[in-house]
């Protein structure tokens, strides 16, 4: 572990270096410096039959890492969250997210290795989730990659935070589930994607305003329900009437494959209070909390099991697969295992551990892997969501 407790200090000592380009290109992974003659070449008998991979994901406010070989067995993975730092604001905090992930990323590395049973000697490869994500999280992991790149000789892999979500689902399969459709409903992003592959991806539609996760987020704080909004909407929505409420289900009747969220937190906003009235002081009426959160549930289902379904006619695929924190949420589970089964659609949505973030959906890298998708080390992070091929 001196390999990471040396990353640790070059991390903690160049805390404004985040941002260096190296141009050194990585080797590729079969040339990795495991299987190298003291001369620097290959001997092929020397190179291992398994391949392991050390993935991080640094992109919003969870610090993880995972070690997966490259017959998608994970060895081990291991999640730092910092609900409890952002949880007083009501939403994540872009600077306290960066300083945190900065001292979590090194332990978290070090304990991934360890529960694996190896040591940085044993990596053949690093991965990094570069995009979409808060530029200032994103970077941490990248710095933190491409240190242990250049420390050790490994090549970098790239990895797709939005794509990674849905490979999730093949991850938790353990089948192959590509062609299918892909639903992404985060904290981040609310998208419907053509995934042809597990590398290609075609962005159908996404939403115009809000994400679902963040419309969760801040409808759980109208109503004064603790961070994050959405296991704690849908804990309130339990004893709630989902009915009590009639709400707006925004862009349902469109045949455009978006979504839209933001006037639905409005309207739950002016149920609370009028237009023009203040806000009444927390904590609010039991009852209205829960028949607010269960109606708002209900709204945000109904328009992502709409368009999903939409976009399955259009599309025409028979696979349907799920990811995202959202994807935890036991209510829209419900609703689309019941459309699945109607249409005889195979449905995969992951485990609760692997819907919220982690670095196990982070193995998509053994994908580009095997596509010799290796990356330069002047890689960079690149927050927004690219919307063309490949996003
Ligand atoms: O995918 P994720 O962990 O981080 C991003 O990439 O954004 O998603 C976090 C989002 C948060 O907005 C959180 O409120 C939401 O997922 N979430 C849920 C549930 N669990 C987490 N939303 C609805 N119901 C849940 N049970
Ligand atoms: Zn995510």
Redesign the pocket.
Known sequence: MLAVRKLSVALFSNCDCFSLRFTTPCVPLALGHNGRRPDGSVAPTALRAMQRLLILES??D?TAAAVVTDELEVLSSVVASQEKLHERFGGVVPELASRAHVERIVPVIDEALRKAGITLDDVDAVAVANTPGLAGSLLVGLAAAKALCVARGLPLVAVN?LQA?IYACRMAAGLDVFPCLGLIV???HTSLYRCRTALEFDLLGGTIDDAA??A??KVASLLGLPF????S??RAAKTGNPRAFDLPRPLMDSPRLDFSFSGLKTAVRYRIARPGQAMPELPLDEKLVADLAASFQEAVVDCLVRKTLAALDQTGFRVLCVG???A???RLREKLAEVAGQREIALHIPPLRLC??NAVMGAIAVERLKAGLVEPLDLDVYPGLVRQHGA
């Open positions: 992109t919003c969870e935070h979500h985060s904290g981040g996760g963040e969760f987020d994050p909004g959405g296991p909407i849908e995202g924190g959202v935890a949420n036991g919220t973030d």
